[in-house]
């Protein structure tokens, strides 16, 4: 499975960000797909999931300000970043686990920068 993430930037604190996340086969086929994250000198960490039955779940740290979604016919997860704060800087990665193709599938990291 290949995933290609795309949507960041720089942003002011306060303001919002949309993150997408295509999968190159169906997302029927696709157990969980999420976003992680790593800022420098941290280790990378769980944002957000969906999963195949659309259920979610969110750190901590992101709930009440992230949204997790997806878009079945474009085999697409968006995250929706609202409300961003400084701490929310990190390069974001797509991941995708599926017991059909066999593994845990990693994108390209998105970085994202919350700076005035």
């Known amino acids: 499975v290949q995933l290609q993430a795309s949507g960041g930037g720089l942003v002011q604190p306060g303001g919002s960000l949309r993150l997408s996340c295509a999968a190159s086969?169906?997302?029927?086929?696709?157990?969980?797909m999420g976003w992680y994250r790593q800022a420098p000198g941290k280790q990378r960490e769980l944002v957000a999931i969906?999963?195949?039955?659309?259920?979610?779940n969110y750190a901590d740290s992101v709930k009440g300000r992230f949204t997790i979604s997806r878009d079945n016919a474009k085999n697409t997860v968006y995250l929706q970043m609202n409300s961003l704060k400084p701490e929310d800087t990190a390069v974001y990665y797509c991941?995708?686990?599926?017991?059909?193709?066999?593994?845990?599938?990693w994108g390209q990291g998105t970085l994202v920068t919350v700076s005035s």
């Open positions: 969906i999963t195949s039955g659309g259920n979610t």
């Open positions: 086969k169906s997302i029927f086929s696709i157990n969980a």
């Open positions: 991941n995708a686990s599926s017991m059909r193709w066999g593994g845990n599938f």
